[in-house]
């Protein structure tokens, strides 16, 4: 069984002004919420059981999954506070227990032309313990980097938009969709990360030094909408479907 963790206790703040009050996955994009779409790919990638990591008016997000109509199983569970997307993650991460995992945040939408290379990852067998998806387009500010070869990561780094442009050959930028080997991923120990500590250097690079990080081929098409720019480009996009 496959199963998926999205990460959307966060508050918005950088879509507030358009969306005051409203929490990441039901902000509406083209006529739908963001919930509603992220639960369409899901379907369509074959994955049977979302974790639901909520925090601000979780309960207006309980509200709207009730009110969806899909196969997945769906469990919420409530952060009492925002402890930033690697804390998140490790307190997701003992609600799963299939071998494989897609991991994404609540405010990423994919186009469904990149919903096959997400499902061939979940069924191959080309990943020791993460694989990372990237894309080509030019970040609009920082960004983590990652430098590829023969299809490992060998090394990441956080990069200005100069920085990155000036990086030639085989640097891709992370997209923040993630299919992991559940039981390799270093979640273990409970203690509060601490400020600064991210996703990346708790859990992406010490994998990265072990080899264990395969960056898929082909990139995918995504938007985060919980920026004013993603939100418009992905109003653009989805308001054709």
């Not at 009050?21 to 059981?49: C, D, H, S, W, Y």
């Amino acid at each position: 069984m496959a199963e998926c963790i999205v990460l959307a206790g966060g508050f918005g703040t950088r879509i507030r002004h358009r969306f005051p009050n409203t929490p990441k996955l039901l902000i509406p994009i083209g006529g739908r919420m963001v919930l509603e779409r992220q639960v369409q790919m899901l379907e369509a990638i074959r994955v049977e059981r979302v974790v639901l990591v909520t925090g601000y008016l979780h309960s207006d997000v309980r509200l709207a999954v009730r009110g969806l109509s899909t196969p997945l199983d769906i469990e919420i569970v409530v952060e009492d506070e925002p402890r930033g997307t690697a804390e998140a993650l490790r307190f997701a991460a003992q609600f799963v227990s299939s071998e494989k995992v897609v991991f994404m945040n609540g405010d990423t939408l994919i186009e469904k032309a990149s919903w096959g290379t997400i499902a061939d990852a979940l069924v191959g067998t080309l990943v020791p313990a993460m694989t990372l998806f990237g894309n080509d387009s030019i970040p609009m500010d920082n960004a983590d980097s990652y430098e590829v070869q023969d299809g490992l990561v060998v090394s990441r780094k956080r990069e200005t938009r100069a920085e990155w442009i000036s990086r030639a050959g085989n640097t891709k930028v992370s997209s923040g969709i993630v299919v992991m080997k559940y039981q390799k991923i270093p979640f273990g120990g409970q203690a509060p990360l601490t400020n600064g500590e991210t996703i990346e250097s708790v859990f992406i690079d010490p994998l990265i030094e072990n080899g264990d990080v395969f960056f898929h081929p082909k990139n995918i098409n995504f938007y985060d909408v919980g920026s004013e720019l993603g939100f418009v480009n992905a109003e653009n996009i989805f308001s054709q479907d």
